[in-house]
């Protein structure tokens, strides 16, 4: 069985400033896939950013990265010059592989973190 | 071009009433989702298919069926709505394979039961 972990209902960050989500993350497959998604109050998941499993460098997208630590099964979410537009709920989400066929995967996810940005 | 369309995106209906969401795709992939989010914004799967087959089917009221014409079309029926179906309801698909496995998700559809 999967798990996702978000242990900050909420976090604020100054507009320009750094700011990090936390999320851990527990499966029992070998090859699985972290995302995290951004949800603003239009209700739409938005994909921020995705890591593979299998690859040890950390992904980046423009001012978005991560911190992939296999070995302590976390995924955190750092978010650089942060913008008023960033402000969301952000959402950490598993697929873990090694179904039998395709559609049998389960993208499972935290309880999201709610980011406020101040001007 | 919206990838995953769903329609309607909003949605208000009595107690009793059956209703529908259709969903699709233009990405070509071959598995569609639907998910639910509730009121607390928690989200969960409820069904998965793959290729007009149904592969996921969570524990969901009978009264949920899904009903998948194509590839790229999943549609979601609900009869005999009740005030807890109230509650965002999400379109997703994906392509499996290296590189891929990401899930891509529609605007949603907002149904409020009354």
């Known amino acids: 069985a999967q798990t996702v972990t978000q242990s900050q209902p909420e976090m604020s960050v100054q507009e320009a400033e750094t700011v990090t989500l936390s999320c851990t993350y527990d499966?029992?497959?070998?090859?699985?896939?972290l995302f995290w998604y951004k949800q603003p109050p239009s209700r739409q998941m938005i994909l921020v950013i995705r890591?593979?499993?299998?690859?040890?460098q950390n992904a980046t997208e423009n001012r978005f990265s991560v911190n992939f630590q296999k070995a302590a099964k976390s995924f955190s979410l750092k978010i650089s010059d942060s913008q008023l537009g960033d402000a969301a709920m952000y959402f950490c989400?598993?697929?873990?592989?090694?179904?039998?066929?395709?559609?049998?995967?389960?993208?499972?996810f935290g309880k999201g973190t709610k980011l406020t940005v101040n001007p | 071009d919206t990838a995953v369309s769903q329609t309607p995106k909003y949605l208000v209906t009595q107690m009793g009433n059956d209703k529908s969401i259709k969903c699709e795709q233009n990405?070509?992939?071959?598995?569609m989702y639907w998910y639910k989010q509730d009121s607390k914004k928690f989200l969960k799967i409820m069904f998965s298919?793959?290729?007009?087959?149904?592969?996921i089917n969570e524990t969901v009221p009978n009264r949920f069926s899904p009903k998948s014409p194509d590839k790229a079309h999943l549609n979601l029926h609900i009869n005999s709505l009740e005030l807890g179906d109230s509650a965002v309801y999400f379109c997703?698909?994906?392509?499996?394979?290296?590189?891929?496995?990401?899930?891509?998700f529609g605007e949603g559809s907002w149904l409020t039961v009354v």
């Open positions: 997703a698909s994906s392509q499996e394979g290296r590189g891929a496995n990401t899930i891509y």
């Open positions: 499966t029992s497959e070998s090859d699985y896939y």
């Open positions: 890591q593979e499993a299998y690859k040890q």
């Open positions: 989400a598993s697929l873990a592989m090694g179904g039998s066929r395709g559609g049998s995967e389960k993208l499972v």
């Open positions: 990405l070509g992939h071959d598995t």
């Open positions: 298919y793959n290729n007009k087959e149904l592969i």
